[in-house]
């Protein structure tokens, strides 16, 4: 007759530490969700400097017209120039417009590089919209021994990055990762990209936009 009621010391053993191990195992996963809402506030932020703000800098983060105060705070006039040729350069591919505006109520503005802001031989920073500490701030080292028309392409890409775009592994495209010589475009990608966060002045984003080579060569 078997024993009724027999007790397996082992069996029960093994349960308990199957028990043990599954607890375990559902505290890291609570703890895991516990924590999501903490990492999920922290947003990388934007370097920043001491520079008087744009109050307006949300401007840049409207899908609809945009229209954008600039602030030119540098003290190289063809800088100065370069980059306004670049904003109306934007102007033609997103619905956007742009004019001066030497108060704090802009919502772009070109600063004056720091070496804490630029690392040697980058030439040129934007903030980027989705970081933290966003001020629409472009800083640039007016300093640097730049051809008119290198500053106006370099211009284009920091713009482009303001507006939301990231490099491109296409040579072609202005938004290379280092300024290169001859033509260059936004192509299909950018401007699908670009076409998630702003209203596009074009029908289609098949045909590559050409970035004028007016100022290149200077
Ligand atoms: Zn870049």
Redo the contacts with the bound molecule.
């Keep these: 007759m078997p024993a009724v009621g027999h007790f397996d010391l082992a069996m029960c053993f093994k349960w308990l530490l199957n028990l043990v191990c599954l607890s375990v195992l559902l505290a890291v996963i609570a703890f895991g969700f516990a924590r999501q809402p903490v990492l999920a506030k922290h947003v990388a932020a934007n370097w920043t400097g001491n520079f008087s703000p744009c109050e307006r800098h949300s401007e840049l983060l409207k899908r609809d017209t945009m229209s954008l105060g600039v602030r030119i705070s540098t003290s190289n006039l063809e800088l100065a120039k370069q980059f306004e040729s670049a904003l109306s350069f934007w102007a033609t591919v997103v619905d956007m417009a742009w004019y001066e505006d030497e108060t704090t109520s802009c919502a772009v503005q070109l600063v004056e590089a720091t070496p804490s802001i630029l690392k040697s031989p980058i030439v040129a920073?934007?903030q980027l919209a989705e970081l933290a500490n966003f001020q629409g701030w472009i800083a640039f080292d007016s300093h640097a021994p730049l051809t008119k028309g290198e500053m106006y392409v370099i211009a284009v890409?920091?713009i482009?990055?303001m507006l939301g775009l990231?490099?491109n592994p296409n040579t072609n495209s202005v938004?290379y990762?280092f300024n290169v010589m001859g033509p260059q475009v936004l192509d299909r990608s950018d401007l699908w990209q670009l076409s998630f966060r702003h209203k596009l002045r074009f029908a289609s984003i098949d045909a590559p936009v050409v970035v004028p080579e007016n100022q290149l060569g200077d």
Excluded: D, L, N
């Design positions: 920073r934007a890409h920091e482009g990055h990231r490099h938004m990762y």
